[in-house]
Nanobody
Framework: QVQLVESGGGLVQAGGSLRLSCAASGRDFSIYAMGWFRQAPGKEREFVAAISWSGDIRYYADSVKGRFTISRDNAKNTVYLQMNSLKPEDTAVYYC??????????????????WGQGTQVTVSS
């Protein structure tokens, strides 16, 4: 059974930084892409970033390009989201996710089959 557990959320002032982590278990982490999504109050869940199984392909939403960095450590079965220059509009619950299909990467919600419980990020102005 695939399990994803996020951590690292919290309250930060605008301009600050946070690093989110997502620990995966239940299958061979190293052959699956990983993604981060977020959902703000009253809004739909949206794509933030994704990384291929090897880490050589990365996608970002336009709203976070240049500020957020996704990375992974296959030895630790963990994916990270480094968030810098945070803005109040980055406030949301952040979820990590992984597809059911190996060696594949996507940016759409319905392309991901397994989800974590989410971690709250709040950016104050």
């Amino acid at each position: 059974q695939v399990q994803l557990v996020e951590s690292g959320g919290g309250l930060v002032q605008a301009g600050g930084s946070l690093r989110l982590s997502c620990a995966a278990s239940g299958r061979d982490f190293s052959i699956y892409a990983m993604g981060w999504f977020r959902q703000a109050p009253g809004k739909e869940r949206e794509f933030v970033a994704a990384i291929s199984w090897s880490g050589d392909i990365r996608y970002y939403a336009d709203s976070v390009k240049g500020r957020f960095t996704i990375s992974r450590d296959n030895a630790k079965n963990t994916v990270y989201l480094q968030m810098n220059s945070l803005k109040p509009e980055d406030t949301a619950v952040y979820y990590c996710a992984t597809p059911g299909r190996a060696s594949w990467i996507g940016v759409k919600l319905d392309e991901y089959d397994y989800w974590g419980q989410g971690t709250q990020v709040t950016v104050s102005s």
